[in-house]
Structures are given as structure tokens and as C-alpha cells.
């Protein structure tokens, strides 16, 4: 796929016009038309500005496989493994953060394509913190993390837009399974 394919399909899913788009980037609005249709390509500063425009990857703006992964959970117990089982699988750990001030910080830097959320956190409700980040980043794929096997937990993640669930103590087969039946 072409950039300019990129670029208007990242501006599409963000219900942006052409118009809106080259004001913000500070070119006009033949320029930008000339990348969508392919016929002119951004330079490198351009492509970097995009990026942080859509709050994405210059890779993942030029079509390269990221896989990002943001991680909300204990940062001694969990994250350890749960970082080297997906590094192991060509994912890449961008942040591991212990509570939702740390996440929101992050995510003014990058939207990550999946989140793990351990539900129990020290002081938080991570079930409320599920809801506010679906709300407000509806794509990134979450991935519930818990020690409890109670069905109600899950039931309840799921109607607050988890995509999955595991049960810690898990296994790498469990992991795989699950990040499998999510696409990745």
C-alpha cells in the first residue's frame, strides 16, 4: 500500500477532512491531495509530523508491522514475564506502567495496537480504568489480565470492551492462544 493510501485512510478513521488536515500540517491543500492520490510522497519531516498528528508509528504509517504493546500492571511480578513471553513473539513492550497516571502519560506519546490490564491494581479500579480507555481509544485491542477464574470479573470486562482475558498463573501456550484468537 502506497503512503498516500495510508494517509487518507488515517485520516478517514479519524473523521478529518482534507481541509482540516493541511491547515493543521501547514501545506496546502493540493499538496496533500497530490500525496493521497500517490502522485507527490511527504518528505521526512512531513512523515514524522504525520505520525504525531495520528498519534502512531512512522512504521505503522508506512505500512511496517508494529505490534506495540503497553502494559498496565505490577511492574515487579506480571510485567517481567509477561514482557520477555512477548518479546519472544516479535512484539514490541513500549511501556510498562503501574497505575493510570503513568498510562495516560504515555499514551500523549503513542497509541499502542494492544494493552494488557491487570485488574487488581494498587489503589485503582482497573475495570474503571478499562472503561475510560475504551472510551477514549476505542481501537486499541485490551487484554484483561486477573487472578480471579470468577466468570463474573470476565462477563464484566467484556461488556466494558476487554477484547480477552487471562488468568494469571497462565502459561506461554495460554498467552499464545489468546493473542492468536485476537489476530496478533
Given at each position: 500500500m502506497y503512503i498516500g493510501m495510508r494517509i487518507q485512510a488515517f485520516r478517514k478513521q479519524h473523521e478529518i477532512s482534507q481541509e482540516t488536515l493541511a491547515a493543521e500540517l501547514g501545506v496546502t491543500l493540493k499538496t496533500l491531495r497530490n500525496w493521497e492520490d500517490n502522485v507527490t510522497q511527504p518528505n521526512i519531516d512531513m512523515i514524522l509530523k504525520l505520525a504525531d498528528y495520528f498519534r502512531i508509528t512512522t512504521d505503522e504509517l508506512l505500512g511496517r508491522d508494529y505490534r506495540g504493546v503497553f502494559m498496565v500492571c505490577d511492574p515487579t511480578l506480571t510485567a517481567p514475564i509477561l514482557q520477555y513471553l512477548l518479546e519472544r513473539e516479535n512484539f514490541m513492550c513500549s511501556a510498562t506502567v503501574p497505575d493510570s497516571t503513568h498510562l495516560k502519560r504515555c499514551l500523549?506519546?503513542?497509541?499502542?495496537?494492544?494493552?494488557?490490564?491487570e485488574v487488581h491494581l494498587a489503589g485503582e479500579d482497573g475495570l474503571e480504568l478499562l472503561r475510560e480507555m475504551k472510551e477514549q481509544y476505542p481501537s486499541v485491542r485490551v487484554i484483561v489480565v486477573t487472578e480471579s477464574r470468577s466468570e463474573e470479573t470476565r462477563l464484566k470486562a467484556v461488556s466494558l470492551g476487554a477484547d480477552a482475558s487471562i488468568v494469571k498463573p497462565f502459561t506461554q501456550e495460554q498467552l499464545l492462544a489468546t493473542l492468536e484468537a485476537l489476530g496478533f
Amino acid at each position: 500500500m502506497y503512503i498516500g493510501m495510508r494517509i487518507q485512510a488515517f485520516r478517514k478513521q479519524h473523521e478529518i477532512s482534507q481541509e482540516t488536515l493541511a491547515a493543521e500540517l501547514g501545506v496546502t491543500l493540493k499538496t496533500l491531495r497530490n500525496w493521497e492520490d500517490n502522485v507527490t510522497q511527504p518528505n521526512i519531516d512531513m512523515i514524522l509530523k504525520l505520525a504525531d498528528y495520528f498519534r502512531i508509528t512512522t512504521d505503522e504509517l508506512l505500512g511496517r508491522d508494529y505490534r506495540g504493546v503497553f502494559m498496565v500492571c505490577d511492574p515487579t511480578l506480571t510485567a517481567p514475564i509477561l514482557q520477555y513471553l512477548l518479546e519472544r513473539e516479535n512484539f514490541m513492550c513500549s511501556a510498562t506502567v503501574p497505575d493510570s497516571t503513568h498510562l495516560k502519560r504515555c499514551l500523549q506519546k503513542r497509541i499502542p495496537n494492544l494493552l494488557f490490564l491487570e485488574v487488581h491494581l494498587a489503589g485503582e479500579d482497573g475495570l474503571e480504568l478499562l472503561r475510560e480507555m475504551k472510551e477514549q481509544y476505542p481501537s486499541v485491542r485490551v487484554i484483561v489480565v486477573t487472578e480471579s477464574r470468577s466468570e463474573e470479573t470476565r462477563l464484566k470486562a467484556v461488556s466494558l470492551g476487554a477484547d480477552a482475558s487471562i488468568v494469571k498463573p497462565f502459561t506461554q501456550e495460554q498467552l499464545l492462544a489468546t493473542l492468536e484468537a485476537l489476530g496478533f
